[in-house]
């Protein structure tokens, strides 16, 4: 008997103590014992057997040695009876076949087994083999966790010396394997499932990864902390890069910003497809001081990564939460608590696409499809804004120092001019899109390209869309696809830039899909080398084209370089005749409305050219004339000018200076009033004021010493037209107040 309390104590007793009683409970009684399976001679437990208990009809399942056992009161009895084996064609009894009590007053553990002769066993075996060298992974214990209703959860099995394994199972015998080795390795198939097994089955090999491929630059993280925030990916979670899973043993990582702003790894966990991951995430054992943060701390936002082993990046991720799970409250918020528990319900991650971005003038797209649906230019820049001047497309425009706002929709399917104060790097987040296409429009447009390969130009434009194509050229540079002048300087289209197409008509372009190769098979047209005592032309969106046939070449020696000039002298155009047998282009360029110097041509001013001949170091004024048919032919800058000359002429006497009249305005920089001086002091001129919007704020005419107020204009930059008959020139004015 068992009594309850086992004993009372007493002291001192002076007076009559009542209720001090004990219940006394049976002692329980131990019935325990063994199923076996004995077949060819051996006698192996039989794990898993069902075993009923009567009289209350009660299944009991033996372990994982064959072992069963009961808890009964004392006097208790009853049967013990394991059910017989039976599938088709085949009934296995046990010996003997039950065990009978009665009144038990004691234990029951000595010879209280039974016996499954089976008629018929089948095996299943195979290997454990290392995945990289395929090593036997010899004489070691593998947990063979193998599932069959309510059978044991886990079974071990020792290899040999090969590497081998080998089970006996009765027929008909139905589960899944799946196997468990180690910390930090992983075994594959994850698992191998039998059904109704009538024959052995052979060859049923597993490899062994070790998954901890160690820690990556920029993943280092301190090792232990007081307070932790512990966050559960599960394999529902799906964490996945635009769509392609993780792989085995990639990381999920945790980062936080220190007290420099420079993200750094709180933690992170190894990612395995069959099994949930926990990240634990450090919290800064150093929160007093203000020297340093080595991680994380209350409140900080929890900035999500991945790790690739395979292609040696990290990738962004944005995680959605539970808010509870099983009825327990969970952290959501995306935000680290100390000792606070989280766990992932979705877990998409995204592609950077790092848009490298020169100073000065030039082009900008992206191929990926951004993270943030409907996202405003001002957003997508926000990163870059401190060197970014200005943004636009052919009808909008982002110009942060001018007060003009990026509210409007950034495009996957438009090109864009843009102008940076420093070179930078803009990381764009998103995933490539499901669509290459793009449509253009008659005339002028600013197409993005939408792969992440250099891809030429020809295989984009094919043979139905070319003959539709005017021109197709750089935004901001010399490359020109010019199919009716035989010029092809632009052959490769370039991931993260934007082009310019003329067309006679509509049409489609599709981008074919990347192989793999074309960054390093496809390379852009060298740039050209300047051996000329000329400057090298200021790069920027305005540009008017040239072509240069053959036959204008017979003057020219391969070798030698044309060059254009604005009034004071500057080269805003320099090309390089490589071959005098075949047709060149030159680039002119505008001037930049956005400075205050003068570094390329004004609409409407006249084109001066030379020719500089490196192997004389000589400089020859050059005299053109213009092919009528083209557009621009009256010798004059035009942006997206097309032109072509007709015939040249050199002629060394010349200095290749305008000898035009003088008239200019001063002060310069001005607060309000200008002041005109002209050569002929008889002479008339008419003036126009225009801003940068092309708006005219002044017009009139002008003599000697005239003088004009602006002070009712704003401060800025302003383009003074002066004209009178066979006289143009064109100059900034800049307003200080």
């Known amino acids: 008997w068992i009594f309850d309390p086992t004993s009372k104590s007493f002291s001192s007793v002076a007076a009559n103590l009542a209720d001090q009683n004990f219940t006394a409970t049976s002692w329980p009684v131990l019935i325990s014992g063994y199923v076996y399976i004995s077949y060819g001679g051996n006698t192996t437990p039989y794990a898993g057997a069902p075993v009923n208990?009567?009289?209350?009809?009660?299944?009991?399942?033996t372990d994982a040695v064959g072992k069963y056992s009961i808890t009964e009161t004392r006097g208790w009895s009853g049967t013990i009876t394991p059910v017989d084996y039976s599938c088709p064609n085949y009934t296995f009894p046990f010996t003997p076949t039950s065990l009978t009590y009665s009144n038990v007053l004691a234990a029951k553990t000595e010879n209280q087994n039974f016996t499954l002769t089976p008629s018929q066993m089948y095996t299943i075996s195979g290997t454990f083999t290392d995945s990289v060298t395929g090593a036997p992974i010899a004489n070691k214990t593998i947990v063979l966790r193998y599932k069959n209703g309510n059978e044991v959860p886990k079974i071990e099995v020792t290899t040999n010396s090969q590497g081998q394994y080998s089970l006996k199972f009765l027929p008909c015998w139905s589960g899944t394997f799946d196997p468990e080795y180690g910390t930090n390795l992983y075994i594959t198939p994850y698992t191998r499932t039998f059904t109704n097994i009538t024959s052995n089955y052979t060859y049923q090999n597993f490899k062994v990864y070790n998954y901890n491929y160690g820690t990556?630059?920029?993943?280092e993280h301190i090792a232990n902390a007081p307070t932790v925030h512990t966050v559960s990916v599960f394999t529902t979670s799906n964490p996945n890069v635009c769509g392609t899973t993780l792989k085995l043993g990639d990381l999920i990582g945790g980062f936080y910003y220190d007290l420099n702003n420079v993200l750094r790894c709180g933690g992170y966990g190894l990612w395995t497809p069959e099994k949930n991951t926990p990240v634990v995430l450090r919290g800064d054992e150093s929160f007093t001081d203000t020297t340093k943060k080595l991680g994380f701390r209350p409140n900080d936002v929890i900035n999500w990564r991945f790790y690739s082993w395979e292609d040696g990046e990290t990738y962004p991720a944005y995680p959605t939460y539970f808010t509870n799970l099983g009825g327990q409250p969970l952290d959501y918020d995306g935000k680290w608590s100390s000792n606070a528990l989280s766990a992932i319900q979705t877990m998409p991650g995204y592609l950077y696409h790092e848009v490298e971005l020169p100073a000065g003038w030039g082009s900008i797209s992206s191929y990926q499809v951004t993270r943030v649906s409907n996202i405003t230019a001002a957003t997508l820049f926000s990163p870059v804004v401190n060197d970014l001047v200005i943004l636009q497309n052919l009808t909008q425009t982002y110009w942060p120092g001018g007060s003009v706002p990026g509210t409007w929709e950034w495009s996957r399917t438009k090109g864009y001019k843009i102008k940076m104060a420093n070179a930078t790097t803009l990381p764009i987040e998103g995933c490539p899109g499901?669509?290459?296409?793009?449509?253009?429009?008659?005339?002028?447009?600013?197409?993005?390209?939408?792969?992440?390969?250099?891809?030429?130009?020809t295989d984009v434009f094919t043979s139905s869309v070319i003959s539709?194509?005017?021109?197709?050229?750089?935004?901001?540079?010399?490359?020109?696809?010019?199919?009716?002048?035989?010029?092809?300087?632009?052959?490769?289209?370039?991931?993260?830039?934007?082009?310019?197409?003329?067309?006679?008509?509509l049409a489609t372009i599709t981008y074919p899909a990347c192989s793999g190769n074309e960054k390093s098979n496809n390379s852009p047209f060298p740039e050209m080398a300047n051996l000329t005592p000329w400057n090298t032309p200021v790069v920027n969106t305005a540009t008017h084209n040239i072509a240069i046939p053959a036959g204008c070449l017979t003057q020219v020696n391969s070798g030698d370089y044309i060059g254009a000039f604005i009034q004071d002298g500057t080269c805003a155009g320099l090309t390089l005749i490589g071959n005098t047998t075949g047709n060149a282009v030159i680039t002119?360029?505008?001037?930049?409305?956005?400075?205050y110097e003068s570094e390329g041509f004004y609409d409407g001013e006249m084109l001066t050219f030379k020719l500089y001949r490196p192997s004389t170091k000589k400089q020859y004024d050059v005299w053109a004339e213009y092919d009528s048919s083209l557009p621009s032919s009256d010798g004059t800058f035009v942006t997206d000018g097309l032109s072509a000359f007709k015939e040249i002429q050199l002629t060394s006497?010349?200095?290749?200076?305008?000898?035009?009249?003088?008239?200019?305005?001063?002060?310069?920089?001005?607060?309000?009033?200008?002041?005109?001086s002209a050569g002929h002091a008889g002479a008339t001129y008419h003036v126009t004021i225009s801003d940068l919007f092309g708006k005219s704020v002044f017009k009139g005419i002008v003599t000697d010493k005239a003088e004009i107020n602006l002070s009712g204009?704003?401060?800025?930059?302003?383009?003074?037209?002066?004209?009178?008959?066979?006289?143009?020139?064109?100059?900034?004015?800049?307003l200080n107040k």
Do not use: H
């Open 588 to 595: 002119l360029y505008g001037d930049d409305n956005l400075t």
């Open 653 to 676: 006497t010349g200095t290749g200076e305008m000898n035009d009249e003088f008239v200019t305005f001063y002060p310069n920089p001005a607060s309000g009033l200008i002041k005109f």
């Open 216 to 219: 990556p630059p920029g993943w």
């Open 434 to 457: 499901t669509s290459n296409s793009v449509s253009l429009t008659s005339g002028w447009n600013l197409f993005p390209v939408l792969v992440n390969c250099n891809v030429y130009l």
């Open 468 to 505: 539709k194509v005017i021109i197709i050229k750089d935004v901001a540079g010399p490359g020109v696809f010019w199919p009716d002048m035989g010029i092809n300087t632009l052959q490769i289209l370039q991931p993260g830039k934007a082009y310019l197409a003329k067309m006679t008509s």
């Open 713 to 734: 204009l704003n401060e800025g930059i302003y383009m003074v037209r002066i004209e009178n008959s066979g006289y143009v020139k064109i100059e900034k004015l800049v």
């Open 53 to 61: 208990i009567a009289p209350n009809n009660t299944v009991l399942y």
